[in-house]
């Protein structure tokens, strides 16, 4: 069959569209005739749910007599638009040749990998220590001129390290010990009030909020919330530069006693202008300070002295990642469970790195690219939800199972999606 072929070298396809434009294409082709497939199966179980129904209250028990219920019409449009499905897996199956795409059949490969926790650890910043104390001191003093509220940016590009520096500082003892209370929201691109102002209700945690509040009764209660108090405000990735919308926004916090503190951070320095007050603008670590980041990651379980060349190819993937945490910590994280020296290599002369960014650093779209098969339809599921979403495990697991994403193989179902999920999240 037609899916057999295909699902055979989808692996190597995935692998490849990144710097092959027509197999790109293809497997756009290829996901449009999935989801007309699985449209189409909907469409005949609504059919047959339906029909069971009105069978019920016209006493139809018998299969043969539902079947007698169904329209010409009905059968003619679902056969037309299955043989068009069918035609054209057909026509993908018939391109893979061309496309030089190779079949990829056997079990999944099971790696030994160390499990992350989603907590910064004080230790794991590298190059930033002359930062986290000059954004503390920041935070500690108060204004001169007896201002009430100081708003702080942190900017910088993509993976530089923006929020993970506000979050060690929002956690610090000190900055805990000195402000009333603190709130943290991701803003994020799509920018909205209401979002905004319910999501710093709901993390100050001091009202009970209605689900028909609107926007003036949420602000009135954020206000209040916030009157005499001195608080701490993260509002992290913020993309919006339109100075009348962050004006209505800034005023919700005037309320605020004298030395209130708002972080925001951001990669826009337009945004960063249109605030006014304080910038911390964070450049990319240095060569040294980079290869000690994925030094830590990548050989996190041995000394990298006894593996040479391993240490070599690393420091310059290292280099290929610019100084950016970010794309440091995801290629050690992937390389750690690679003990042999040419999967580094693969790594380092991947052409990947010559291609454009389109904001998706080449370091993230190595490591996805490193996934299995059947990790990378979980984890780009995953992108249903909004960004900094805190999805439950048991949540996403479901979800997976119902799409049907999970391979049952000799285990349940829900120890495998336990096993997906576990991998994920040590990447």
Same mark, same amino acid.
């Given at each position: 069959m037609a899916l057999l072929g295909l699902q055979a070298v989808l692996s190597d396809a995935e692998n490849k569209q990144a710097s092959n434009q027509s197999v790109s294409q293809w497997l756009d082709e290829l996901r449009d005739a999935v989801d007309s497939a699985e449209n189409l199966t909907e469409e005949i179980n609504y059919e047959a749910l339906r029909l069971k129904v009105e069978g019920q209250h016209q006493n139809l028990t018998e299969v043969s007599d539902l079947n007698l219920c169904l329209s010409d019409d009905f059968f003619l449009n679902i056969k037309e638009k299955l043989e068009d499905t069918i035609e054209t897996l057909k026509d993908l199956q018939e391109q893979i040749g061309l496309l030089g795409l190779k079949e990829h059949f056997g079990s999944i490969k099971q790696e030994a990998r160390t499990l992350s926790t989603s907590l910064v650890d004080d230790s794991d910043i590298f190059g930033r220590q002359t930062d986290i104390e000059e954004l503390i001191d920041r935070l500690l003093s108060e204004d001169?001129?007896?201002?009430?509220?100081?708003?702080?940016?942190?900017?910088?590009?993509?993976?530089?390290?923006?929020?993970?520096?506000?979050?060690?500082?929002?956690?610090?003892?000190?900055?805990? &010990?000195? *402000? !009333? /209370? =603190?709130?943290?929201?991701?803003?994020?691109?799509?920018?909205?009030?209401?979002?905004?102002?319910?999501?710093?209700?709901?993390?100050? &945690?001091? *009202? !009970? /909020? =209605?689900?028909?509040?609107?926007?003036?009764?949420?602000?009135?209660?954020?206000k209040e919330s916030l009157k005499g108090k001195k608080f701490l405000i993260v509002l992290d990735d913020v993309w919006n530069d339109n100075y009348n919308e962050w004006d209505d926004l800034r005023n919700l916090f005037v309320q605020g006693d004298i030395g209130s503190k708002i972080i925001v951070t951001t990669r826009k320095e337009s945004v960063a202008l249109m605030m006014v007050n304080e910038q911390i603008s964070l450049d990319n670590l240095s060569i040294e300070v980079s290869w000690s980041l994925f030094k830590r990651h990548a050989f996190e379980n041995m000394d990298p002295m006894g593996h040479p060349e391993l240490e070599?190819?690393?420091?310059q993937i290292a280099a290929k990642c610019k100084g950016l945490p970010l794309a440091l910590k995801t290629l050690a994280g992937m390389l750690r469970s690679k003990s042999e020296v040419e999967g580094w290599k693969r790594i380092l002369r991947s052409e990947i790195w010559e291609l454009p960014h389109n904001d998706i650093l080449p370091a993230l779209m190595l490591s996805y690219n490193d996934l299995p098969a059947h990790l990378k339809r979980c984890f780009s599921y995953c992108a249903i939800f909004p960004k900094d979403y805190a999805f439950r495990k048991e949540q996403v697991i479901h979800l997976w199972i119902a799409n049907g994403l999970i391979l049952q193989e000799d285990r349940i179902i829900q120890d495998s999606g336990n096993q997906y999920f576990l991998e994920l999240r040590s990447r």
């Open positions: 001169a001129n007896g201002k009430k509220l100081t708003v702080v940016s942190i900017v910088g590009m993509g993976g530089v390290g923006k929020t993970t520096l506000a979050k060690v500082v929002y956690n610090d003892e000190k900055v805990k &010990d000195h *402000f !009333d /209370l =603190k709130a943290w929201f991701c803003v994020s691109e799509a920018y909205d009030a209401f979002r905004i102002t319910k999501g710093l209700l709901q993390e100050i &945690d001091s *009202f !009970d /909020l =209605k689900v028909d509040d609107n926007l003036n009764q949420l602000q009135v209660k954020l070599e190819v690393g420091k």
